[in-house]
């Protein structure tokens, strides 16, 4: 059955800790909605060929001040903004980002009030459309409980249970400012469970921005 009928451009993001589901949700998403006849594109600021990729490994293989974490995030935000999401969205086509900028308030601002204000001129100076929804996956990090040994994949990966209970804590304060007819938050125990309610959110959205 074709639910989608008409071309619009749909914003999705999704959020939480490292190793909760996202990817795996995302991938499973994408499907759905290309099969309801959806242009997709599924896109993050670190999987952006040009300089994102160059940019991933810094990040995640030095230990950068806070600072120097949001300036250099926020140069690729704009880049893959302008480059990527702006014009698929203007071609009404659907992007799922894979993290955007509340992983920014909980891993870089971390409740600092110098740091979340430079944050908020940069996001105004940036100028980007705002997000139609976003899906926060809590629970625990599924890839470090499944890893052998001490062989994980970059610096956030090892990082203990303090540090991922702090980022959480972090995602809470920031998703209190966010209404909750965007914010659909979900514990990612049962794979399936959630995977069908994500479908239904979107569907929901989706047609309620059909009829404005
Ligand atoms: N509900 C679940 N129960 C058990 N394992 C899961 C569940 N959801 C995802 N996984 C597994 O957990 C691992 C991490 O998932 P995934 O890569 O999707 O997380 P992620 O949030 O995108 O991680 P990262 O932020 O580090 O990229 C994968 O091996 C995936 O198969
Ligand atoms: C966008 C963004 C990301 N991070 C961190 C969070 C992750 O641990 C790493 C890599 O992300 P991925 O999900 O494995 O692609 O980057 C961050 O600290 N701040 C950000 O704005």
């Not at 040009?50 to 250099?72: H, P, R, S, T, W």
Request: charged share 25%; aromatic share 12%; net charge negative.
């Amino acid at each position: 059955m074709l639910l989608f009928k008409k071309v619009l451009g749909l914003f999705i993001v999704f959020e939480g800790i490292d190793g909760v589901g996202k990817t795996s949700h995302i991938n499973s998403l994408k499907d759905f909605l290309m099969n309801e006849g959806l242009d997709v594109i599924v896109t993050s600021e670190f999987s952006e060929p040009e300089i994102g990729k160059d940019l991933k490994q810094i990040f995640v293989q030095k230990k950068l001040a806070n600072l120097e974490e949001l300036l250099l995030v926020n140069a690729l935000r704009s880049w893959h903004y302008r480059k990527v999401i702006q014009p698929a969205l203007n071609n009404g086509k659907c992007v799922i980002m894979d993290r955007f900028i509340d992983s920014t308030w909980a891993y870089q601002i971390n409740e600092d009030k110098n740091l979340a204000e430079l944050f908020s001129i940069i996001l105004t100076e940036i100028g980007m459309q705002e997000y139609d929804m976003v899906f926060w996956l809590t629970g625990k990090n599924h890839r470090n409980s499944n890893l052998i040994s001490n062989n994980v994949s970059d610096r956030f990966d090892s990082n203990d249970s303090d540090f991922f209970e702090k980022v959480h804590r972090n995602y809470e304060a920031v998703f209190k400012n966010i209404p909750s007819e965007k914010l659909f938050k979900y514990e990612n125990i049962n794979f399936d469970s959630v995977q069908e309610m994500i479908r239904a959110d979107v569907l929901k959205v989706y047609n309620r921005k059909l009829h404005i």
